[in-house]
């Protein structure tokens, strides 16, 4: 496996496989690698004859006072993750490579980034569509693969590549998780071990809607605030969003009637996680 620093290489790496005929599939990551990035990856293999993951924590996707600066950082562990999953490539450059000084373009994908997280982290989605945006220039992929766990974001890339016309599928990956029902996330190695018990309230607040869907209640209010309330009832979490939207058009709704979006962002102590499950009325 190789990693490659700098956009030359990485051009020059895509030229010779384009000319080899070989297919491209990106799987876009901001490193500290759990199983999630690793399916992603893994599926990737299967599709594609060659997979490069990118591993670069974005600066443009934080804000001021988020958690940038104390990402987790591990290259050598990510390294020996991702070749165990027959990765052929990380994509692995540095800040001022991809925004050397003088930069100033960016994406901006207007409506559907303007609630859930694009609400609490204003300028988040900008910061990731314009470097998914840059991914896909750099790296010409002819897929790339993202979980469902971001499902916002999932939705704005697809609104990216439809709308500029980008000749890349996207797949979507089911949310991976932990055996107690934990979303893999990154930002899980933030957890001390009360913290770790007390966030599977986000998974168990989404099994109670899936429940209660179940039994026949389509009341998109009454789903929430029952969500709402066990959170709630968690000491160590703090509720930031609780959403119920139709799905994928992310508009607001009083009544489930096909496919919902139940999406949400609770802080655990000092860290911020999200999840989602998609409710259907049939
Ligand atoms: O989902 C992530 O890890 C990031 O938002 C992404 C897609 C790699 C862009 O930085």
């Keep these: 496996m190789k990693i490659i620093e700098t956009i030359k290489e990485m051009r020059e790496f895509v030229t010779e496989a384009q ?5 491209i599939g990106l799987v876009p990551t901001m490193g500290s690698l759990h199983e999630g990035h690793l399916t992603l990856m893994q599926r990737a293999k299967q599709v594609c004859d060659i997979v490069v993951t990118s591993i670069f924590i974005n600066p443009t996707q934080f804000g ?14 990510d390294s020996k993750k ?3 999953v ?6 692995h450059p540095q800040a001022a490579e991809m925004y050397p000084e003088g930069y100033s373009s960016f994406i901006e994908v207007e409506g559907i980034t303007g609630k859930l997280c694009g609400l609490s982290r204003p300028g988040h989605f900008r910061g990731v569509a314009t470097v998914v945006n840059k991914l896909f220039n750099i790296v010409q992929p002819n897929m790339a693969f993202f979980g469902q766990k971001d ?3 999932v939705l704005v890339l697809q609104r990216m590549v439809a709308d500029l016309n980008m000749n890349i599928t996207l797949e979507v990956v089911p949310i991976v998780r932990e055996a107690d029902g934990l979303a893999m996330s990154s ?7 009360e913290e770790r018990r007390a966030a599977l309230v986000l998974s168990r607040s989404l099994k109670l809607a899936e429940e209660l869907v179940a039994q026949g209640e389509d009341n998109a209010l009454k789903i929430r605030s029952q969500v709402m309330a066990e959170i709630q009832a968690e000491e160590l979490a703090d509720c930031e969003y609780v959403e119920v939207y139709n799905y994928p058009l992310l508009q607001g709704i009083t009544a489930i ?6 999406a949400l962002a609770v802080r655990i102590g000092k860290t911020r996680l999200i999840d989602n499950t998609i409710l259907e009325v049939k």
């Design 187 to 193: 930002r899980n190695a933030f957890l001390s071990a």
């Design 64 to 77: 001021p006072n988020e958690d940038f600066a104390k990402y987790p950082r591990d290259l050598t562990g």
């Design 151 to 153: 499902a916002q974001q």
């Design 86 to 91: 027959g990765v052929e490539v990380i994509f």
């Design 257 to 262: 009637t096909g496919k919902a979006l139940l």
């Design 19 to 23: 000319r080899q005929g070989q297919s």
């Design 82 to 84: 991702a070749a165990s």
